[in-house]
């Protein structure tokens, strides 16, 4: 099969250069831009879009965490998403969509999605999964952990109202945790925009406009106040931010990429890295879902692009498409 979009966007020179060109890998005396209270400037527009996922694909486990630089290009050449995008889900250009398109089970075709065309590059290494620890990549939930976050979509997954539906559906929350902890990239939407004070840190979300601002040498709310995204305290070790988070919204705790009880919490640590580059360093710790704390690693890198409106509902009638189709069955099958 040829993938002539894919052969425009990835030369074998581009490809061969790939880790450079997404990464200035600094030398051991790096010294970062500074605010003018002196700690490192994170400060800026940043995207996380990548090949690369959480967990590690089952097709990838012979690969490991970092992909060889000799099967660099094959693995991206034949990633899903390349070739989604090279083949534009088998749609002709110029003809008009018919819904055929929808019958593969997605919701956009190629055109409408952005989740990136290379494998993520942290530490000069293009990784498979941002998941470092487990050494397989995957999340080390225990079948306790497996099934509590199980029954609670059963009890999420309704037609009953709007609140049985997703949170990404209702808007609320971005879907597969862009907007974290930990911060996931996802189908499109990937761009973050960060704003630094002495006694801030704000992470403006591009997905669904989710605002973390986040108090540096700050104390932890009450536990009666649960928020989306959690509750997150900062404070700086050298020149890392290091952010705490506890106490998730209900809702979203255990339907989060990283699912938190009221016993876990999530460390993540922010490092400039590079002039382009932020190292983001993340720890999930909650023994009602996993045998062990897991860890990761991914790269935020620096976009002179910038954040969409996200008008989520603007025009959305799926949802009430959706509420509406269920009361329709209800009347026809009697059901309540």
């Given at each position: ?62 690969v ?86 199980r029954?609670?979509y ?53 997905m ?49 990429a ?49 954040p ?25 099958t009697?059901?309540?």
């Amino acid at each position: 099969m040829q993938f002539p979009r894919l052969l425009t966007a990835f030369s074998v020179l581009a490809l061969t250069g790939m880790v450079s060109a997404q990464s200035s890998s600094p030398a051991g005396d790096y010294e970062p831009p500074r605010t003018e209270y002196g700690k490192p400037d994170l400060q800026g527009y940043w995207t996380n879009a990548s090949l690369t996922s959480m967990q590690r694909p089952a097709n990838y486990a012979d690969v490991g965490l970092v992909i060889p630089p000799d099967r660099l290009q094959e693995l991206t050449m034949n990633h899903h998403q390349n070739v989604r995008q090279a083949t534009d889900d088998g749609l002709v250009q110029g003809e008009l969509l018919d819904g055929s398109d929808l019958a593969q089970g997605r919701g956009y075709n190629a055109f409408w999605v952005d989740p990136g065309e290379r494998f993520g590059v942290v530490r000069g290494q293009a990784r498979t999964s941002w998941i470092t620890y487990p050494e397989d990549g995957r999340i080390p939930f225990t079948e306790a952990g497996q099934q509590r976050r199980r029954m609670a979509y059963d009890r999420a997954r309704t037609n009953d109202g709007p609140e049985g539906r997703a949170l990404g559906e209702r808007c609320l929350v971005g879907f597969g945790s862009t907007g974290g902890p930990p911060m996931n990239n996802v189908l499109y939407n990937n761009l973050y925009q960060i704003v630094q004070t002495e006694d801030y840190l704000m992470i403006m979300v591009e997905m669904v406009h989710d605002a973390r601002i986040i108090p540096i040498n700050g104390e932890h709310r009450p536990a009666g106040l649960q928020q989306w995204l959690g509750d997150s305290v900062a404070h700086w070790e050298g020149d890392t931010l290091v952010v705490e988070t506890v106490n998730m919204h209900p809702q979203q705790a255990a339907r989060n990429a990283a699912p938190l009880s009221e016993q876990g919490r999530i460390i993540e640590r922010f490092s400039r890295y590079s002039d382009d580059q932020i190292l983001y360093e993340f720890e999930v710790t909650d023994p009602a879902y996993y045998s062990e704390t897991w860890r990761g690693e991914m790269s935020f890198n620096s976009t002179e692009t910038r954040p969409y409106e996200y008008a989520c509902h603007e025009g959305n009638y799926g949802l009430i498409g959706i509420l509406a189709g269920a009361r329709r069955q209800e009347a026809e099958t009697g059901s309540d």
